[in-house]
Structures are given as C-alpha cells and as structure tokens.
C-alpha cells in the first residue's frame, strides 16, 4: 500500500509527531496570542520577558500562576520559581485546578502536554480568554477583562391566562391567508401553439 494513500484517508493519525505539531501549529493565531498576552501583562502588573516567545513565557506556569492569584488572591497558595521540570508542570496544574474553581468550563481547559510540550499552543489561547469570559462573572474583579462580555440568562414567568392567550393568536411570521389566491397569476410567457403546419 502506498504511504500517500494513508495520508488522504486519516491525514491526522498517521502524520509524524513533527508534522503533528506544524499542523497544530497553523491553527494558532498570533492576533489572539498578541491580545491575550497584553490582558496578562495589565493583570499582572509586568511585562512578559523580551525575546522571548509567548509560549516559552508560559511554560513554566509561573505567570499563570501570577494571573490566577490577582483574578482571585490566593486561589493559589504555592508558585514554585525553581525546582526544574515536575514543579514548573505542578505550576501548569494548579493554573487548570484554579481556573475549574474559578468558574472556566471544563471544556475550554487546554492538557498540561498542550503547553509543556507546545502540542496545542492555540488551545493554551482558548484557555486564557474563557479564563477572561469568566472573569465578567465575577463582581469582586474591577481589573480589565478579554473578549466579550457573555450573556445572562433572563427568565420569564408567564401567568397560565397569558399562556392560554397566546394560543390563541397567529403570530406575524405566520402570515395571513386571506389574500392568497393562484388567479392572475402568470408565470412566464404564454405558449401558442400552431397545429398542421
């Protein structure tokens, strides 16, 4: 079998780790990367560290932490700044465990390999402006916010007589029957046709 053929038929489970990640990383988009990384900077109070990408600005989970710990002081009681790999993705994993407190959807958190490993820096983005949906939720935060403002459910009690009412009515999408007749109507030209000839 051709390795082409596998290509066409599954493009995603049969690509090489590499190419994975080239794929994955076409997805990101640097707009969204650019105006997230500015809402942590205003949060925090600091600028992320120059020259360095906003991925690697990430991975050690320190900033998150930061972000998380001003949304909401001492959501995170410990940041490990040193102690090399398995603490920096400890860091990773209570930003996840604090953002789940905090109100962000389980759904719309990204797996710690996502940022680690840099498999899904687009999903690590998704993450921080639902952190910053979620922050519109929360009175106690006069800080600046990401991303629009998510709408409020606005309950409506109706009485049983108004129910009834509304029955009884044909709403104006329904239209009207009291016109609609098929005389006069004429589509296209009208055919003449000539025998014997």
Known sequence: MHPGFLLKMHPLKCLLPAEASSRC???REPEKEAEAQSWIEAVIGERFPP???YEEA???GIILCKL???LQPGIITKVNISGGDYKFMDNISQFQKACVKYGVPDVDLF???DLWDQKNIALVTQTIFALGRTAYKHPEWRGPFLGPKPAEEN???FSEDVLRAGQTVIGLQAGTNKVATQSGQNFGASRKIILGK
């Open 25 to 27: 990383a076409g997805k």
């Open 51 to 53: 020259g360095i990408a």
């Open 58 to 60: 990430l991975r050690d």
């Open 68 to 70: 998380m710990n001003r």
């Open 111 to 113: 797996q710690t390999t």
């Open 155 to 157: 309950r409506r009690e």
